[in-house]
């Protein structure tokens, strides 16, 4: 039973690497439901509307799959600071817990994403596009001053809306 199931993890394996390799060659690395830092619409419309309900919101960090920067076609779960909406799609930061003293790092603290306690920082460099179903679970609410500082981070480095 074992093998069968090692035979079945590889073949899948195969299959999810020659349909990355085919969005390569075609020039898109969205996946269905995965976040994505390429082509990413200008006019982020920003939005502070937190609800702990089950459902990703503005003002939330979430857990979902984000693309490793070198290889998109790679990534894993990490938590993700939900800056507000493009279009249909949630727009969000990932966070990290290494402080590179980087000004495309902004400091968020500590929150319930993080289960060891470690402060976090918001990679505002990375704009992420995420389809709110692709999101796997709300880890807490960021409170509005470290989400107005996120968002001025992310400005910096892209172009946002905010509402009138």
């Not at 993890?9 to 830092?37: C, F, I, M, Y």
Request: glycine share 10%.
């Amino acid at each position: 039973m074992a093998s069968i199931s090692r035979t079945l993890t590889n073949l899948v394996k195969q299959l999810l690497g020659a349909l990355h390799e085919r969005d390569r060659l075609a020039g898109t690395t969205r996946r269905s439901g995965a976040p994505t830092t390429a082509r990413v619409p200008s006019g982020v419309t920003i939005e502070y509307t937190p609800d702990i309900d089950g459902d990703a919101d503005p003002g939330e960090v979430v857990w979902t799959w984000v693309p490793y920067e070198d290889d998109p076609n790679k990534g894993k779960d990490r938590p993700v600071v939900i800056i507000g909406r493009t279009g249909r799609d949630l727009a969000g930061v990932p966070l990290t817990s290494k402080n590179k003293g980087r000004d495309d790092q902004v400091a968020v603290g500590a929150g319930g994403w993080d289960r060891s306690g470690r402060p976090s920082y918001a990679k505002v460099d990375r704009l992420l596009v995420i389809d709110a179903t692709s999101v796997r679970r709300e880890g807490s609410v960021l409170s509005r001053d470290r989400f107005d500082d996120v968002v001025s981070g992310v400005e910096r480095f892209h172009e946002l809306r905010r509402p009138a």
